[in-house]
């Protein structure tokens, strides 16, 4: 039987969603948790390989037990009550055996948070940033990204990728209470891709790079004339799509 | 020289507002960061003293300074990088000598903030509570706090108040996103008295005391009729109110 699990997770203290040996992971807290409720071993497979310190509001995985879950409500109460309080769990759904989190996501949202001053409460969730910004002119470059679908030059250079191919819906920034937020839905996102496209966009924003040098530097396909990654402390994943109606079980 | 200081902050790990011996206060870090920049000892003194883990979007104190501050928007800044990232300043303010930030105080409002589940986002920012709660009859308890002002029931038994009269302007819950708030403003609170008041409407709301209950508690001016307070980590005090233009310089 096939689940699929939804997670939130405040990513501050966690080196990412994917487990590795230098510590401790999402994925790795979510396995043991659900280990010990369905008495034997599980692999959760996550739709994003979200980065240390990256933040999720939704997350989906998948995984399979030999035993089908009774009452996913209450497999979901015992993970809550066992998970730390950084991550939470608001439901298991049981899938078709063939539906795999990553490849059925139809698009994925990320959001990008920035406050202009420091903020007792969110000091873990936004990144600081003091120099004025030109929002019409980050809006401008940001609908370049609609015009393009091959982001080579926003991904990390040691990936296994096939294509940088990415269809983007929409990209824009947005004024909020204390700062400004980046929106962004694509079908699917390279390693490093928003942190690499908000580090950029915060240089055309300084003035530091024009509408031309964004452009210029998407044809480039070169990740050497992006600017540097933005801090992770920012990014959240937000949203994860998929056609629930023809994969729920 | 007096000045007035706006302070924010989350106050998980902090033993409290006031200074105290054991253990780490938003008042001893304000005044080693200020000592820091002034180069002199100094005493801040606040509008309201939170207890320990409760938070304060906006909480207002008052200091002196034998030297004049040149500039405050700089020991703003400087404090903000000496202080720890979950206490911020958004600005110190100059005023008349003899103003005082509590007696000087017209109102303050508090939110006590419930979720219904566990979010990864709130764990140290909202109380979960699971049972079903009713809303309406929450709110016409919370109603009578309007008809009465000696609120002796919902105060800390060792306190060193002269008298319990606290006049409320208004008391009310809300439906939020994931949960419920809870909203009040008055001239004054006595030690512990919204979480009491909290704890003892959550009683309400779920049916183990009615609205004749709660106004007799109110009568009974006895502190052992009102249930256990709410935890600290729901409260928020969220502002300070002052007569501006009578007070800064």
């Known amino acids: 039987m096939r689940y699929f699990i939804e997670v939130s997770y405040k990513g501050t203290h966690y080196h990412g969603w994917q487990r590795q040996p230098n510590g401790i992971t999402v994925q790795e807290e979510l396995e043991r948790a659900l280990g010990i409720l369905l008495r034997a071993p599980v692999e959760i497979i996550g739709s994003s390989r979200t980065d240390a310190g990256v933040h999720a509001e939704q997350q989906f995985a998948h995984f399979d037990s030999e035993i089908p ?86 991904s990390k250079i040691h990936t296994d990728v096939k294509t940088f191919l990415c269809t983007i819906e929409h990209a824009y920034w947005q004024k909020t209470r204390n700062g400004l937020t980046f929106y962004i839905k694509a079908n699917r996102f390279l390693r490093g891709m928003v942190r690499a496209i908000v580090g950029t966009l915060l240089e055309v924003g300084q003035g530091k790079k024009t509408y031309a040098d964004f452009e210029q530097l998407i044809m480039s396909k070169n990740r050497k004339n992006a600017a540097a990654q933005a801090p992770a402390c920012g990014l959240f994943l937000v949203e994860v799509g998929y056609e629930w109606e023809s994969i729920v079980l």
Chains 1, 2 share one sequence.
């Open 69 to 154: 879950i009774a009452s996913p409500e209450r497999v979901t109460l015992g993970l809550n009550s066992l998970l730390p309080k950084d991550i939470a769990v608001p439901q298991i759904i049981p899938v078709r055996a063939d539906v795999h989190s990553r490849f059925a996501a139809t698009h994925r949202c990320y959001e990008y948070r920035i406050i202009f001053q420091k903020n007792s409460f969110l000091s873990e969730l936004a990144h600081i940033f003091r120099p004025e910004l030109d929002i019409q002119k980050m809006n401008e470059a940001a609908g370049l990204l609609l015009q393009y679908t091959d982001f080579e030059c926003f």
